[in-house]
C-alpha cells in the first residue's frame, strides 16, 4: 500500500541552525510530492511541491526540498531558521484513487520546536 | 486574498448529539475536499466532490457521517450520533481540478466530544 513516512516526530533546532526534515514515500510510480506547514489550530498552508523536473524545489518562506527517487525520499531543507518556523511540517503525496479523485495522503507529521 | 471559510471554529457536543460544519470554498474551485485530522497525526481523506458529486466518500463512516455540496459551492459535513472518537479537527480544502492544483485549506473546526 502506498505510505508516506516522516520519521522524526519531534525536532528541535536553535535558531540560526540549519534544518532537514525528512520524508520517505512508498508507491509505485513517481508521486506528486507536497509539503506542508500547520501553525497550532491554524489549516495548512503549502510550502512547495514536486511533479517532474529539476529535483531540487524552491517554496515559499526559504524553505526548498530535493526529490531522490533512489532513496525514494523528498526532505525539506532550510539553511537558517528563524523562530517564526515553529509549526508542524507534513509531508503529502498525491494518490490516483480513480475516477478522478486525486487524494492527499500525508504522513504523521514532524513538530519543529525552535530555540532562541 | 482568497480563503476557505469554515465554521464554527471550535464545537462542543455530547457524544449521541448531531453536528454540523459548514465550508465555503475559494470562488471558481470546482473540487472541495473534507479531513479529518486526530491530534498528532496527518489529515485523512473523508470526502471529495467535484462541483456536487461525490468522487471519493470511501473513508467516509456512512453509518453516522454524511456530506453534501448541493449547488456545487459551499458544503456541510454532518455527524449523527457523535460519538467520543469522532473529537478531532475538521479540515476543508478547495482547489480547481486535477491532480496537480494545490489545495487550499481553511482554518478547520476543532471538534471535542463529551
Known amino acids: 500500500a502506498q505510505s508516506v513516512t516522516q520519521p522524526d516526530i519531534h525536532i528541535t533546532v536553535s535558531e540560526g541552525a540549519s534544518l532537514e526534515l525528512r520524508c520517505n514515500y512508498s508507491y509505485g510510480a513517481t508521486p506528486y510530492l507536497f509539503w506542508y506547514v500547520q501553525s497550532p489550530g491554524q489549516g495548512l498552508q503549502l510550502l512547495l511541491k514536486?511533479?517532474?523536473?529539476?529535483?531540487l524545489v524552491q517554496g515559499i518562506k526559504g524553505f526548498e526540498a530535493e526529490f531522490k527517487r533512489s532513496q525514494s525520499s523528498f526532505n525539506l531543507r532550510k539553511p537558517s531558521v528563524h523562530w517564526s518556523d515553529a509549526a508542524e511540517y507534513f509531508c503529502a503525496v498525491v494518490l490516483n484513487s480513480g475516477a478522478g479523485s486525486y487524494q492527499l495522503t500525508f504522513g504523521k507529521g514532524t513538530k519543529l520546536s525552535v530555540i532562541p | 486574498e482568497a480563503e476557505v471559510a469554515q465554521s464554527p471554529r471550535y464545537k462542543i457536543t455530547e457524544k449521541s448529539q448531531a453536528v454540523a460544519f459548514w465550508c465555503d470554498p475559494i470562488?471558481?474551485?470546482?473540487?472541495l475536499y473534507w479531513y479529518r485530522q486526530i491530534l498528532g497525526q496527518g489529515p485523512e481523506l473523508l470526502v471529495q466532490f467535484q462541483d456536487e458529486s461525490v468522487v471519493d466518500d470511501s473513508q467516509l463512516p456512512k453509518d453516522r457521517f454524511s456530506a453534501e455540496r448541493l449547488k456545487g459551492v459551499d458544503s456541510t459535513l454532518k455527524i449523527q450520533p457523535a460519538e467520543l472518537g469522532d473529537s478531532a479537527m475538521y479540515l476543508c480544502a478547495s482547489s480547481l481540478s486535477g491532480p496537480r492544483r494545490e489545495q487550499y485549506f481553511g482554518p478547520g473546526t476543532r471538534l471535542t466530544v463529551t
Open positions: 470562488s471558481g474551485h470546482a473540487t
Open positions: 514536486y511533479f517532474s523536473g529539476d529535483t
